[in-house]
């Protein structure tokens, strides 16, 4: 980053004020003749622990200024060489030259119940993930119509709601352990009547939250009948994921970039250029580029440096209200944020934005505890041992960028989290960069200490590259120590799951090459063997340790590249390494046809104790094939296979949902898009000889020889 940090000298327009230092250089002389910086400078992914609040505000401000700066570089460049087309129109440069975007100041089981059941698709055995549907085999937990709602399933043909608590905001995912549930809502101005989706596939979408405010609220269920709020945590920040380990609870909460500065604050040009564009005739040549015009850049430059400068910022620093409801009345716990002692300070070019590992043990009156990093947003894998967080970087005019990474236009920076078995906090051990970008959590796994993750370089149709990378700990470096690159050139990342020394991974752009990858040896991952099928997975189950069970889209090669269709189940066998075979596969629908287990694994249902498979579906037909949308729903609802490695998929019959009228109307349920595929019903539990579909406005319980007609159904409204 340009300029030093230090004692700064009041200019004598504002209050007195330390900071960051605007030494001679760029910042104090901008060179605008050199157009748009390149970013010849280098930035590491370590950590260093902030003292202070001032700290951050320091950071703070020299982004801002960089942002700035870099704003007005892109003007002056403009300025010089900018004219008026004919005859479009010109766009409003009001908003693009008037201030500078950096800130936003606003800112047990029941024994009598079911003997067999299905709990969360969780990602690692220990390792509970949050959702908004929890079952113990004797009640339901559902978060629905903005309520924690409670049923009482057993027997599935006497299901009913026991209980129904209003939830503040809009509640996202829980946890229930024992007689304790924790609900995350979320807080703020895009609550609606709309369930809160998250970025859980992550092929084109960020890990960013919805951007309102969190609360975590803590109810006693002792009674299920009358569940009794003990403990309200409100966070000025966005809900990303979260984990429990036990009665460990661990969030990941995203404080966003502070927006704009107040109004007018800072300019990116003079008013006079403004001006001049905004009276320019169809045509004209502006050329302001003489020496009066790049002094008024300059001038303007530093009555910006100092207006950021005297900005306070210390309303932007988070907040967490923590109160615990006792019998002597409410009781507020400290706030773990609010000194800013132990803040993670990051070099890489993140603007203003946190993130907080907030833990807590949800049977315990105690304070959180906290570990907060300068970071954007980023996929989160946890193991019993250790969390991870991986933030997808992209250079851009102006970057400083990673060491030895300049011809890397993308980069992933990992940091390492060491879990505690006997608190629950977080301690940072480690970061490290390593090239391309992760898809999901799926993309790493913990094995002997050492990350194992795989990136995509590069986007489609363009070049593209695949890696999978093992990065060791060293002090507080997570170095690099086994790379294979070179994946598929051409694909990019579908779906990846590690298992033993071996690693899976699918891509894809015409077919679906599955990659079987030895990674006994952490310096030396060598693939091991490849088979190339049509379609691609997105999602890879374990049935057990030498087949893949797996969810994705069928593909109508044209040539060059191809069209997704419908809905594919497959299972590979890779009991032999250098060999995976394809064993069975089942296509459902046609192009159109959509399931949320496609890009979200907790929608994904396998019942090993039966051989069963639940998967919710909207299947749509009568495509012609190509990039034809079937416009016919055939069924929307619950579908159940039993399946086996010697079998393979056994249609058992589907839980019937409301089938839409879908002629004419594409872009609606038969036309949706494969990165985003969604249903009706969300979720699905197996009990005993009961299959449960889940949908947002009803439960519906099916005994598995009659699942067309249910025994029962629930209205959640």
Not at 287 to 294: E, S
Not at 579 to 599: C, N, V, Y
Not at 603 to 623: G, T
Request: with cysteine; proline share 6%; hydrophobic share 35%.
């Amino acid at each position: 980053m340009a300029g030093e940090v230090g004692e700064w000298e009041n200019p004598g327009n504002g209050p007195e004020d330390k900071g960051p230092k605007v030494t001679t250089g760029p910042w104090n002389q901008p060179d605008f003749d050199a157009g748009i910086p390149t970013g010849a400078g280098s930035v590491t992914a370590a950590l260093k622990t902030a003292s202070t609040c001032d700290d951050i505000i320091d950071q703070w401000k020299l982004a801002a200024i960089e942002e700035m700066t870099q704003l007005m570089q892109a003007a002056w460049y403009s300025a010089k060489n900018w004219s008026f087309p004919c005859p479009t129109g010109h766009p409003d440069y009001g908003s693009v030259y008037d201030s500078v975007a950096a800130y936003d100041a606003s800112s047990p089981s029941d024994p009598g119940g079911a003997t067999e059941y299905s709990t969360t698709n969780v990602q690692v055995v220990g390792v509970d993930e949050a959702d908004y549907l929890k079952n113990d085999g004797k009640w339901i937990y559902i978060l629905a119509d903005k309520r924690l709602q409670i049923l009482d399933v057993w027997p599935p043909e006497q299901a009913h709601v026991l209980s129904s608590t209003p939830i503040e905001g809009n509640p996202i995912a829980m946890f229930v352990d024992k007689d304790v549930a924790v609900v995350y809502s979320s807080v703020g101005i895009y609550q609606g009547g709309f369930m809160y989706q998250q970025c859980t596939y992550g092929y084109d979408c960020e890990f960013t939250g919805d951007g309102n405010d969190t609360q975590i609220t803590v109810y006693d269920i002792k009674d299920r009948s009358n569940p009794v709020k003990t403990r309200e945590i409100q966070i000025t920040g966005s809900y990303l994921t979260s984990r429990r380990i036990n009665d460990f609870v661990y969030s990941v909460i995203y404080f966003r970039d502070p927006v704009v500065l107040p109004p007018g604050l800072v300019k990116t040009a003079p008013d006079s250029v403004v001006s001049a564009m905004s009276h320019a005739r169809c045509g004209e040549q502006l050329g302001l580029h003489g020496p009066d015009v790049k002094a008024e850049f300059e001038a303007l430059f530093q009555e910006n440096v100092a207006k950021i400068m005297h900005a306070d910022m210390m309303s932007w620093i988070p907040s967490v209200k923590d109160t615990w409801y006792m019998e002597g009345g409410p009781h507020t716990l400290s706030n773990p944020l609010a000194d800013c002692e132990g803040y993670l300070l990051s070099g890489t070019n993140d603007g203003m934005s946190l993130l907080s590992l907030l833990s807590f043990d949800m049977t315990a009156q105690e304070s959180m505890a906290a570990t907060t990093i300068r970071s954007k947003p980023g996929a989160v894998y946890s193991s019993k041992q250790a969390l991870y967080l991986a933030m997808r970087h992209q250079k851009k005019y102006g970057m400083e960028w990673f060491d030895g990474m300049q011809e890397d236009p993308e980069a992933t920076t990992v940091h390492k989290f060491l879990l505690s078995a006997e608190q629950p906090a977080t301690k940072y051990q480690a970061s490290g960069v390593v090239k391309g970008r992760v898809l999901n959590q799926f993309s790493m796994s913990e094995r002997d200490g050492r990350l194992q993750i795989a990136t995509t370089s590069g986007h489609l149709p363009g070049p593209t590259d695949n890696a999978v990378a093992v990065m060791e700990p060293d002090g507080d470096e997570l170095k690099v120590v086994g790379m294979l690159s070179g994946l598929a050139p051409g694909e990019d990342i579908r779906s990846v799951r590690f298992g033993g020394d071996l690693a899976y991974i699918v891509t894809f752009k015409k077919t679906d090459p599955l990659f079987v990858i030895d990674m006994s040896d952490p310096t030396a991952p060598v693939v091991k063997g490849e088979l190339k099928i049509p379609g691609y997975s997105t999602y890879m189950h374990f049935m057990d340790s030498t087949h893949l069970l797996t969810i994705g889209f069928d593909a109508d090669d044209t040539g060059s590249f191809a069209w997704f269709q419908g809905i594919m189940l497959q299972v590979f066998d890779v009991t032999e390494i250098t060999d995976p075979k394809l064993q069975h596969k089942e296509i459902i629908g046609t192009r159109g046809t959509a399931s949320e287990a496609a890009t979200n694994h907790l929608a994904f249902n396998y019942f090993k104790p039966k051989d069963l498979l639940a998967i919710p579906m909207i299947v749509c037909e009568e495509s012609s094939g190509g990039s034809d949308y079937g416009d016919k729903m055939t069924f929307n609802g619950l579908m159940v296979y039993r399946v086996t490695v010697n079998d393979g998929f056994e249609y058992q019959g589907g839980i019937p949902h409301a089938v839409m009228d879908q002629s004419g109307y594409y872009g609606q349920a038969c036309g949706q898009w494969w990165s985003g595929s969604t249903s009706t019903v969300k979720r699905s539990i197996f009990m005993d000889d009961y299959a449960v579909s889940v949908a947002m406005d009803v439960i519906k319980f099916s005994s598995l020889d009659n699942l067309e007609n249910p025994v029962a159904s629930v209205s959640l409204e």
